[in-house]
DNA sequence: GCCGTTTTCGGCCCGACTGTTTTCAGTCG
């Protein structure tokens, strides 16, 4: 079983931690932390990488001691340094640096005083009062410790981000009704519109003394205030979601959207340009001595640095500082942009309304065009369609076209890739579709060689256009299934074949990094929402949003051309 | 441990809040 990203990821942040609680070089530790996130967002697989002989000495963050550890991770499945050093600490220590106040110095404290070196044991110490005691800590902090415990379990992981658009729109109105409140503004994770939302970060510019705290503290929602200051607070919300917010004044706006939209990666490397001109920039400002030269707004902090500015979608230290620099950055696809949807459900099979109403929704949206895209007879759950049932459908949309105004009803289904990559319904009906919509619904376990055979044969297939949902995989329910993701990018561009993007919430598939894969490799997408009534086809912008993440056009999304253009675009030569 | 139009050494982003302290260390974002 291969070495996934993630696992190695993890190896070095525990690694991390262990050394940051030995005292290690904090710079040391860093670049720990920064390698496990390197790993951990890469696209391909380490594993791969690795046996294919390429050099990781070239990617971010990765110099060739970490280079070399990667290797023997693969290779043996083991870090050796970290396995010396918990000789010395257990490490498990590493979990109790997920205490939220605990670092490594008062877990090493702990440790050295009390024996103290799982969770439990932290529990049992912090409730018996024997942790107030020690130097350094005191009651509040033991009283805190244990709070810290309980809200281990509350705390959720990421949020998916139009659940996190429900709290934040309910937040911000509840901010701006307080006296004294100019701008809400929500940045972070979800200003750069990522698919899941860790934190709400909150940027509030008010007076002085406008009270902005008491009304967060006062929101109905808040379960528990975990600090408190006059420039900012952090709060824990019922639902578990943490929120940060922070409060400026107007002068300090720009510098303080940048500082609190991230990523962190990004801060970073744009403050080292800062530095670079022996400047300093801050969530305040950028300044020369104590001189402010920019912070109003994020153009001018940028244009003081010798940028462009740079959409928050892009902000992930992948290449946008650079480009910024030589103002090479995409003028990335909106959803203007959008004419048509390529991927929807009607009563037929699983969707809930017919044809025409779904075809009229789509014009009331203002599109020119809706595909449909029943599912085919393998999958029988959702009653998939035969031979005869899709010719009728075809029939049927060619007689609502004759009458239905203002929007062409595009002929598709979305044909299941059988477990040999034979497609479900006959290449003689397929024919008669304006073009196919094909996805795997069924055998997520082969292997990432057999799975990826099995879409390459797939689209070796003339009929076929479009890999729906090309990884599988649903957020915070599946994983991916084990694919080669480079290979199909390459496979797709060398047959002619399309990539989608799976605008649907609980999908976005391809993601932010299959997105700029494809970009990448060449291969053009269509962002689809695949929606199941007539309410889904809002979900269009969730995969704009992740196109934009991947640094795409309109050039890029064939959705976003007229009828004609599109198919012809489709067409494969 | 990484990184490099001030390259192979000497840097490495910057500030707020809390609690325990009596001037600041630890933690966090």
């Not at 060739?64 to 290797?71: C, F, M, S, T, W």
């Not at 990522?194 to 808040?222: C, I, N, P, Q, Y």
Request: charged content about 30%.
């Amino acid at each position: 079983m291969p070495v996934h990203n993630a696992e190695i990821a993890d190896l070095f942040e525990r690694l991390g931690n262990l050394l940051e609680l030995e005292g290690a070089n904090p710079f040391r530790v860093r670049a720990y932390r920064a390698a496990a996130r390197t790993v951990r967002g890469y696209p391909e697989s380490m594993a791969d990488l690795v046996g294919s002989g390429a050099d990781l000495h070239q990617l971010p963050n990765i110099g060739g001691d970490l280079a070399g550890k990667i290797q023997t991770v693969v290779e043996t499945g083991r870090l050796p340094l970290l396995e010396e050093i918990e000789s010395r600490v257990p490490g498990q220590l590493s979990d109790l640096m997920a205490v939220e106040g605990l670092g490594p110095k008062r877990v090493r404290t702990l440790y050295d005083e009390l024996h103290i070196r799982s969770v439990e044991d932290l529990r049992r110490a912090a409730t018996s009062g024997r942790i107030r005691a020690l130097p350094g800590f005191g009651e509040k902090t033991e009283q805190k410790i244990i709070a810290g415990l309980d809200n281990l379990s509350v705390r959720k992981g990421r949020t998916p981000l139009p659940e996190a658009e429900e709290t934040a729109r309910s937040l911000v109105a509840w901010l701006e009704a307080c006296k004294g409140v100019r701008e809400v503004t929500v940045a972070g994770s979800f200003r750069r519109r990522k698919d899941t939302v860790g934190d709400l970060d909150m940027l509030v510019v008010a007076g002085k003394r406008s009270g902005v705290m008491d009304r967060l503290r006062s929101f109905d929602e808040v379960r528990e205030v975990v600090s408190a200051g006059e420039k900012r607070a952090t709060v824990l919300l019922r639902s578990g979601m943490q929120v940060d917010l922070r409060v400026v004044a107007g002068v300090s706006k720009g510098a303080a959207l940048l500082y609190f939209t991230g990523s962190k990666p990004h801060n970073i490397a744009i403050r080292r340009l800062a530095v670079d001109r022996k400047w300093k920039l801050n969530e305040y400002g950028l300044f020369r001595g104590k001189r402010r030269i920019a912070g109003r707004t994020e153009k001018e902090v940028y244009g003081r640095l010798g940028m462009a500015w740079v959409p928050p979608e892009l902000r992930e230290d992948r290449g946008e500082v650079e480009a910024a620099k030589r103002r090479r950055l995409p003028k990335l696809v909106r959803l203007e942009h959008i004419r048509g949807d390529l991927h929807c459900h009607t009563s037929a099979t699983d969707g809930r309304l017919s044809i025409e109403k779904m075809a009229r929704a789509a014009a009331k949206m203002g599109y020119r065009y809706l595909s449909i895209n029943d599912h085919t007879r393998h999958v029988t759950v959702a009653g998939g369609l035969d031979a005869d049932k899709l010719l009728r459908q075809i029939e049927a949309i060619d007689r609502l076209n004759e009458r239905v105004d203002g929007i062409t009803i595009l002929k598709s289904s979305e044909v299941d890739i059988l477990e040999d990559g034979s497609l479900d319904l006959p290449d003689d009906v397929l024919r008669h579709l304006d073009f196919t919509v094909c996805a795997v619904h069924y055998g997520f376990g082969l292997s990432r060689e057999k799975q990826t055979e099995r879409i390459l044969r797939a689209m070796d297939n003339p009929c076929f256009n479009i890999l729906a949902h090309p990884t599988g995989r649903l957020i915070r329910e599946r994983a991916p299934y084990a694919v080669d993701l480079p290979r199909l990018m390459e496979g797709a561009r060398e047959r002619g074949c399309v990539m989608e993007v799976n605008a649907h919430p609980a999908r976005l598939d391809l993601n932010d990094e299959g997105c700029r894969m494809a970009r990448d490799a060449g291969v053009r997408v269509v962002i689809s929402t695949d929606a199941h009534s007539d309410s889904d086809l809002r979900y269009l912008r969730f995969g704009v949003d992740q196109a934009r993440r991947g640094w795409m056009t309109a050039e890029d999304v064939l959705n976003t051309r007229g009828v004609r253009a599109l198919k012809q675009a489709l067409r494969r030569s």
